[in-house]
């Protein structure tokens, strides 16, 4: 069985378990609920506590986290673990690999893939991914090892993304417009009124006149966001036939997600990591490279 372990410190002396573990140590109310429901799910000194107990400065609360409930198969697919710690694993994902199993679809999934690396190294653990890449899309995806490492890591993880989209872009921006589902569409989206928050900041690295390699951040999370606005900017991903026509400059829409920062939630070290850009994406600049100026060499990671 898992377990978390935390130390009170002299501000929480005379805390309730529960504030504490709320307020403090960051646990959901769900996960403080299933501890309440698991023997001896919170000890300290070895004796169960209820939520409701008071703390002193210098306790050390154990909580035993219940099993998890493994639905998916595992599959032995490599994988690229860029990092791995007892509480949460780092991949860089490969295009063409869908994350998750879908309907209709049953060929293998990087969820498929993790749960049988979880597997062949004695662990049983549900894949928690607290990031999606579409299916063409590659770069590096963070799984939880546990809803309490999930719940924390919910919207604090900072991605970068690197993409190629088609024609002379420069400068810096931000587009902020609302992205919908498109009308009689079920996964296609489009910029338009009534639709979610959309913000994404984007800065021009280099170009030929012909592609623009680009970096991109993105303040909201919302389903092919950067394709969406990269579209609706005029310079739609290279590749991308689904938002744009291009079907010669790559055989799959441009797209690498770059680095991750991010601070552990149990230990607070900042944790910054990178992924190469694929094969794909680093033959085609070359492809648009100038040997005598050589816009994208620099940025070849």
Same mark, same amino acid.
């Given at each position: 069985?898992?377990?978390?372990?935390?130390?009170?410190?002299?501000?929480?002396?005379?805390?309730?378990?529960?504030?504490?573990?709320?307020?403090?140590?960051?646990?959901?109310?769900?996960?403080?609920?299933?501890?309440?429901?698991?023997?001896?799910?919170?000890? !300290?000194? /070895?004796?169960?506590? $209820?939520?409701?107990?008071?703390? +002193?400065?210098?306790? &050390?609360?154990? #909580?035993?986290?219940?099993?998890?409930?493994?639905?998916?198969?595992?599959?032995?697919?490599?994988?690229?673990?860029?990092?791995?710690?007892?509480?949460?694993?780092?991949?860089?994902?490969?295009?063409?690999?869908?994350?998750?199993?879908?309907?209709?679809?049953?060929?293998?999934?990087?969820?498929?893939? !993790?749960? /049988?690396?979880?597997? $062949?190294?004695?662990?049983?653990? +549900?894949?928690?991914? &607290?990031?999606? #890449?579409?299916?063409?899309?590659?770069?590096?995806?963070?799984?939880?090892?546990?809803?309490?490492?999930?719940?924390?890591?919910?919207?604090?993880?900072?991605?970068?993304?690197?993409?190629?989209?088609?024609?002379?872009?420069?400068?810096?921006?931000?587009?902020?417009?609302?992205?919908?589902?498109?009308?009689?569409?079920?996964?296609?989206?489009?910029?338009?009124?009534?639709?979610?928050?959309?913000? &994404?900041?984007?800065?021009?690295?280099?170009?030929?006149?012909?592609?623009?390699?680009?970096?991109?951040?993105?303040?909201?999370?919302?389903?092919?966001?950067?394709?969406?606005?990269?579209?609706?900017?005029?310079?739609?991903?290279?590749?991308?036939?689904?938002?744009?026509?291009?079907?010669?400059?790559?055989?799959?829409?441009?797209?690498?997600?770059?680095?991750?920062?991010?601070?552990?939630?149990?230990?607070?070290?900042?944790?910054?990591?990178?992924?190469?850009?694929?094969?794909?994406?680093?033959?085609?600049?070359?492809?648009?490279?100038?040997?005598?100026?050589?816009?994208?060499?620099?940025?070849?990671?």
């Amino acid at each position: 069985m898992k377990q978390l372990i935390f130390t009170v410190p002299p501000s929480n002396d005379g805390e309730t378990i529960q504030t504490f573990l709320r307020q403090t140590c960051g646990l959901s109310w769900r996960m403080v609920v299933r501890l309440k429901h698991t023997q001896n799910g919170i000890t !300290v000194g /070895g004796e169960h506590r $209820r939520t409701i107990d008071r703390i +002193s400065a210098g306790d &050390t609360l154990v #909580l035993s986290l219940p099993e998890d409930e493994v639905r998916i198969e595992g599959a032995d697919i490599p994988l690229s673990i860029v990092y791995e710690d007892e509480s949460l694993l780092v991949v860089n994902k490969p295009p063409y690999l869908a994350v998750h199993p879908s309907a209709g679809k049953p060929e293998p999934t990087l969820a498929n893939a !993790v749960v /049988g690396y979880y597997q $062949r190294q004695g662990e049983a653990c +549900s894949f928690r991914p &607290t990031n999606r #890449l579409d299916r063409n899309t590659s770069g590096l995806l963070l799984a939880a090892k546990n809803p309490h490492i999930a719940f924390a890591l919910t919207g604090k993880v900072e991605k970068t993304y690197l993409a190629i989209v088609l024609g002379n872009l420069e400068g810096t921006g931000t587009i902020d417009q609302p992205i919908r589902v498109k009308e009689g569409c079920c996964i296609t989206r489009e910029v338009g009124e009534g639709g979610k928050e959309s913000r &994404t900041h984007y800065e021009a690295l280099a170009s030929d006149g012909q592609v623009t390699l680009v970096r991109l951040q993105l303040e909201t999370g919302r389903t092919h966001q950067i394709r969406v606005h990269m579209s609706w900017l005029g310079y739609p991903l290279a590749g991308d036939t689904m938002y744009g026509t291009d079907e010669v400059v790559m055989a799959r829409h441009a797209l690498h997600c770059v680095s991750m920062r991010f601070s552990h939630p149990l230990t607070g070290e900042r944790i910054e990591l990178t992924a190469p850009l694929p094969d794909d994406m680093r033959t085609c600049l070359k492809q648009h490279t100038n040997p005598k100026t050589c816009n994208f060499c620099e940025h070849l990671l």
